[in-house]
Nanobody, 124 residues
């Protein structure tokens, strides 16, 4: 099972940007999709974005389309999430996740390994 470690979270004002990274260790990326989820206090974990093994296909939650970009560099075992035009409602703990297979999943059940999360706080 792959271990995932997120970084890049922090506190920003609305309209600002952050870039999250997720590095895999233990073994290299499998031939699987990867994804980002987030969880705000008192709310369930929700899908943010997903990317195929090759990076050729992506999927985004409607709430982040046009503002967030997911990408990956398989040679570096690293997944990224570029977040622009941040809003207070983007606040939460962001988790990266390793998919069960090739298909782009959007539900937590579609992923098998999770990082510990990184906090993102957006103030108005």
């Amino acid at each position: 099972q792959v271990q995932l470690v997120e970084s890049g979270g922090g506190s920003v004002q609305a309209g600002g940007s952050l870039r999250l990274s997720c590095v895999a260790s233990g073994r290299t990326f499998r031939n699987s999709a990867m994804g980002w989820f987030r969880q705000a206090p008192g709310k369930e974990r929700e899908f943010v974005a997903a990317i195929s093994w090759t990076g050729g296909s992506t999927s985004y939650a409607d709430s982040v389309k046009g503002r967030f970009t997911i990408s990956r560099v398989n040679a570096k075992n690293t997944l990224y999430l570029q977040m622009n035009s941040l809003k207070p409602e983007d606040t939460g703990v962001y988790y990266c996740a390793d998919g069960k297979g090739y298909a782009l999943g959007i539900a937590p059940a579609d992923f098998v390994s999770w990082g510990q999360g990184t906090q993102v706080t957006v103030s108005s």
